[in-house]
């Protein structure tokens, strides 16, 4: 058994190190999403592909992939033939990647002679080719239209750079520039950590420190394993139903999930999910394999450091062929869609098991991508805005209004709108949250937001609602549906379009403006329990209306006081019952 406090000692420092890859890609990064949110992702891993630590920004969708890549990158790259000043890249979402403009990179750390650690990064980069700027086209139906796929391969060989590669990699893309700029702040990033890495092998020795490593991942394999054994033991099923696919008009998918507690064990059986779609809503095993893992860690302690140790006493059946399993060519760059709904489905499974942690559905990414030329250079200009929708109400308290599921356990930062308007020809006119927008209920659903964008040029616009537009977030135990999104173009005006939920390269003239209408959470509980008092705060926060207290609550406020009629709410709700 390890010193518990030389233990801790290395676990943070694992953990800081994995920190520091991540803000020196962060702060070399030319891409304007990842920049001003610091949307990258980095971990440290062994030389068997266990992760060893992850940094603290690094959702979980994005750790489940840095654990699944390495071990295909050493499937190509032995780690017998690395060799010291190697720096590898890939992108392949059927290998263990997300989607083709998630580009991971690693770089093996070296001691006598030997590959003993994996620094690794991994950024959502600005344009790899594809249907539309940016690499997120709405309506593709396989991946060659989402990008170029990149198998495993060497940027640099023992140091010296992969010219060739660059040259491929800059020719598909839009905009090379920033693309090469977040490769490379990505190598910087796994630089830094592999000199921190020679140096803690320096501080205690290669055996000391693996042996450290070990009892580390160990030790969190028996956290979770406590954890999981505090579950009742048996078998859980929960699903969830998404709207289309941007492809199929009106066709609904469904995720289904079967949870078995045994033991310390627990055990994810997929089948009866869907086939894999014909648009953009799949997710790539890796992905699906996130959700899983965030999903369970909601019911687990929150302290229990996110390592190898986690996965141990998981397991998963994931049929081949269906939406948590594409098979080529599926298109995975709408795989939120998809990742949400085993989310939602193994919280439906598990509050049957836990119900004091029951939650009711959050609302999912919308993003957009707008992009145009230049009328000075002639180049491309392009740029990614996401916006993920709010938390659905809990079985104690309220949503989260205007914030999303955490991210999948990732940071909270949104990118500057003030940095957008600096660098691209578009002014932001409104981002605020959406008037009755979350779902009623004893305690209401997050509230969603309105974003609006005004291109000041000629430009086109990809918009891509992972998915909760038509069919919105549902309630629970009572609870409502949340208001589905959308989006518009000239909302409230005589030129107003309204835009389906996933569309590809709609043209905007010089003065439009694009409305986000991102979806709230739903409610939990029978919305006529709710505390008046609570329905009055929420009306004078501009969250819900004066009618929609009145048609969702029973509640009557005063318009001129803001206060509840208390004789008055009591007459409604008795009408309600």
Known sequence: MADPVLLEVIRNAMGTIAEEIGIVAVRSAYSTAVKESADASAAVCDCAGQVIAQSLGAPLM?????????????????????????????????????????????????????????????????????????????????????????????????????????????????????????????????????????????????????????????????????EIARIPEGTYHGSYVMEDDGVVPDKTYTVRVAVTVKGSDCHFDFTGTDRQARGAINAAFSQ??????????????????????????????????????????????????????????????????VPGRALAASGNVHVYTMNGIDRASGKIWSYMDPVIGSLGARSVKDGLDGLPISLFGGNESRPS??????????????????????GPGKWRGGAGLHREVTALEDAEVTVRAADRCRIPPPGIMGGKPARGGGWAVNAGTDRQIDLPAKKTNQPLRAGDTLSMFVSGGGGFGNPTERDPQLVARDVEQGVVSIEGAARDYGVVIDPATLKVDAAATVKLRKSMS
């Open 288 to 353: 699906a394999l996130s959700g899983v893992v965030f999903a369970l860690r909601c019911f687990l302690d929150p302290s229990i450091p996110m390592n190898e140790g986690c996965f141990r006493p998981l397991s998963f059946t994931l049929p081949a062929g269906s939406l948590v399993n594409p098979l080529p060519p599926a298109a995975c760059n709408a795989r939120m869609a998809t990742v949400q709904a085993v989310i939602d489905a193994i919280f439906q499974a598990l509050s049957q098991a």
């Open 417 to 438: 709108i003030e940095a957008y308007e600096i660098e691209y020809p578009v002014m932001f006119k409104r981002f605020g949250l959406w008037t009755d927008s979350g």
């Open 62 to 226: 994005h750790l489940s992939s840095l654990r699944w890549s390495p071990r295909e990158l050493m499937k190509d790259f032995p780690p017998e033939t690395m060799k010291d000043g190697d720096v590898y890249l890939f992108n392949d979402q059927f290998r263990g990647g997300i989607h083709s403009n998630d580009i991971m990179v690693f770089k093996p750390v070296f001691s006598a002679g030997q590959p003993r650690f994996l620094t690794s990064a991994l950024i959502h980069v600005a344009d790899l080719g594809g249907l539309s700027a940016g690499g997120l086209p709405a309506t593709a139906t396989e991946y060659f239209h989402e990008g170029l796929m990149l198998p495993p391969v060497k940027l640099y060989d023992g140091g010296k750079l992969n010219n060739d590669l660059v040259r491929i990699i800059s020719a598909n893309s839009r905009t090379p520039e920033k693309v090469m700029g977040d490769i490379r702040s990505m190598v910087g990033g796994t630089n830094v950590g592999a000199r921190r890495m020679v140096e803690l092998i320096d501080k205690y020795g290669l055996e000391e420190l693996q042996a450290l490593v070990r009892e580390l991942l160990d030790y969190t394999e028996r956290l979770t394993r406590a």
